[in-house]
């Protein structure tokens, strides 16, 4: 072979292998991530809370001892249900029945001078102003005489409705003060859940609105039945700087008690055509989100995406993804632009034991 010809042969063959580099240059990394198909159906935009069981507005009576004195019975327990006036503690009505006793005897000496003053006046003894005085001074004895009655008849606290006994701080020959609370009675089929949300968060629901109640004590949240929110607060709490939110429980799944600790998902918003996909497939860039959107070759694409509402589970696309696409879920972080998707493998399953 002459010197001509050998240098042709090593400049095709050099072409040759710089060929081979940039097509293994070219071909796509492959990273192993998982994928689903972006959905498209009713969305439900909800609004997560923490809140607790509490008597609805109308339904719980809260009592306590009309003046000073001391418990002298206790006649019910907590968590006993009770019946409409049936009584659940004594006061001591020693001094209740003194100051009954007075008030009569007072309201007696006011009739009496006013017949004597009355009498007096209309025979022209006395100035009719003194009559009217003393029709003044009876008016007001018999307002005290009925109060110290109403009183001395509360030293027996009855239930004014029937229900549960949720508060029992009464405690036998105690001192107690008037107006202290010591017995509190609800009715447990009215129940609501009274929830706390951030200012920006209830102006997203509605009254009206409906809800899912889940247990908070249980890992995964056992369904406690649905509701509908009944009041939203129109101010804001200058402690906790947040809105309270009642609920009204319509369908428990099973019976709440008062104090309980529920989670609420409260539905802010419904859409029946949206796009979603798995929350997984959200990549943070910058102040947005970019999702990876698979081609029919196995190819990921880097795409930015508008987010609209999210749940636990699943956010909604409203711009950057149609139905159908298939998007990167778990493996999305470590996954870049235009690099080959493949399913991870299979674990396989440990042996049986034997």
């Not at 206790?74 to 503690?89: H, S």
């Not at 100035?127 to 109403?150: C, F, I, N, T, Y």
């Not at 029937?162 to 509190?184: F, H, I, K």
């Not at 990549?283 to 070759?297: C, K, Y």
Request: charged share 20%; hydrophobic share 50%; with cysteine.
């Amino acid at each position: 072979m002459t010197r001509s010809a050998l240098l042709c042969v090593l400049v095709l063959a050099a072409c040759g292998k710089g060929g081979d580099d940039e097509g293994d240059a070219a071909a796509p990394a492959v990273v192993s991530a998982k994928t689903a198909v972006a959905a498209q159906g009713v969305f439900r935009e909800t609004v997560n809370a923490t809140g607790e069981v509490a008597a609805r507005p109308g339904s719980v009576a809260e009592l306590g001892a009309p003046g000073p004195t001391r418990v002298a019975r206790v006649m019910v327990a907590l968590g006993q249900r009770v019946r409409a006036g049936q009584p659940l503690v004594t006061f001591d009505q020693t001094t209740f029945a003194a100051e009954a006793r007075t008030a009569e005897a007072a309201l007696a000496n006011a009739g009496h001078a006013y017949e004597r003053a009355r009498r007096l006046s209309d025979a022209g003894i006395v100035p009719r102003k003194e009559a009217e005085q003393a029709a003044s001074d009876l008016a007001a004895a018999r307002g005290a005489a009925q109060v110290a009655q109403h009183t001395q008849a509360l030293a027996t606290l009855r239930s004014p409705i029937a229900g549960v006994v949720t508060r029992m701080d009464a405690v036998l020959s105690a001192s107690v003060d008037a107006g202290t609370p010591l017995v509190e009675v609800a009715d447990p089929a009215m129940l609501d859940v009274q929830f706390t949300l951030s200012p920006a968060e209830a102006a997203r629901i509605h009254v009206g609105a409906p809800a899912e109640l889940v247990e908070a004590q249980t890992a995964g949240g056992a369904a406690l039945g649905d509701g509908v929110v009944a009041d939203i607060g129109a101010a804001v709490d200058s402690v906790s700087h947040a809105v309270p939110v009642r609920v009204r429980v319509t369908a428990p799944a099973r019976t709440l008690r008062i104090g309980e600790t529920v989670m609420g998902r409260i539905t802010a918003a419904t859409r029946p055509d949206a796009v979603t996909v798995p929350v997984e497939a959200l990549v943070p860039e910058g102040e947005g989100f970019t999702v990876f959107v698979v081609d029919s070759a196995g190819i990921a694409h880097a795409r930015p995406v508008t987010v609209g509402g999210r749940t636990d589970k699943v956010a909604e696309i409203r711009e950057g993804v149609v139905a159908g696409e298939r998007v990167v879920t778990e493996g999305a972080y470590g996954v870049q632009d235009s690099v080959r998707v493949r399913a991870p493998a299979a674990t396989a399953a440990p042996a049986a034991a034997r």
